[in-house]
């Protein structure tokens, strides 16, 4: 097995937070905002059901392919406003609300093993993200802490035109390593887009655990499982991922 030449990481709950609770608070300022006459819980509940569907029907999980024209989340999220506004028959302005999620999006906050982690790995390895988000707010992320100018490359979803877990995205980002797939290890929170799209072209990846949940039998098995970064150092050290 080759060693280990590049590290690819997940943006989203893995290194920036991006739990349930601050989306509930990007609702709250729309419906106030918007002064919608709904409670802001159960509009994020309606809006989340449609975002879902965007999710399950824009990659074939038995091919992983893509099965739909690419939406980026600004026009899917969009399209999720309207559909809501329609349902409810609230007066609301789609656009307003999805500009608001897309600041959200792009003001997350770092988790606090993230720095250390990249001043461990800095020098040692190539490092770079690949993530499902728009390219402007990722951008915009990742430069507000610095983390932009530490990377060898970025590749957001919008840029790949395909969404992982698709083999795209992946190859991609490792043509513009320059490393082979068994040089690289993926970094991500979620065992469906990250640790089996990642696998699927031939990489090493890491499961990013913070919760401790239960693994699902019906995902590959990941090359290592941490439940924090702080973490990640100690595992390539020791050669648990191997190479």
Known sequence: MSPIRAIVFDVYATLFHNEQDLWHETFVRIVREQRLAIQPFGFYTRWRAHERGFRQRRVNLKTLEQV???ETY???WRDCFVKVFAETGLP??????VERCLEGQ???ELYPDTLPMFE???GRYKLAVLSNADAGYLKTLLERDGIYRQLNAVLSSEE???YKPCPGPFREVLRRLA???DEALYVGDTLLDDVLGAKNVGMRAAWLNRARA???PGMPTPDATISGLGLLPFVLRDGVLGG
């Open 68 to 70: 739909q024209p690419f």
């Open 179 to 181: 490393v082979d797939a």
């Open 160 to 162: 790949a035109r395909e």
């Open 214 to 216: 239960a693994a699902d």
């Open 74 to 76: 600004e026009q899917a």
């Open 106 to 108: 792009a003001t997350r």
């Open 92 to 97: 609301g302005d789609p656009q307003r609300a």
């Open 120 to 122: 461990a790995l800095a």
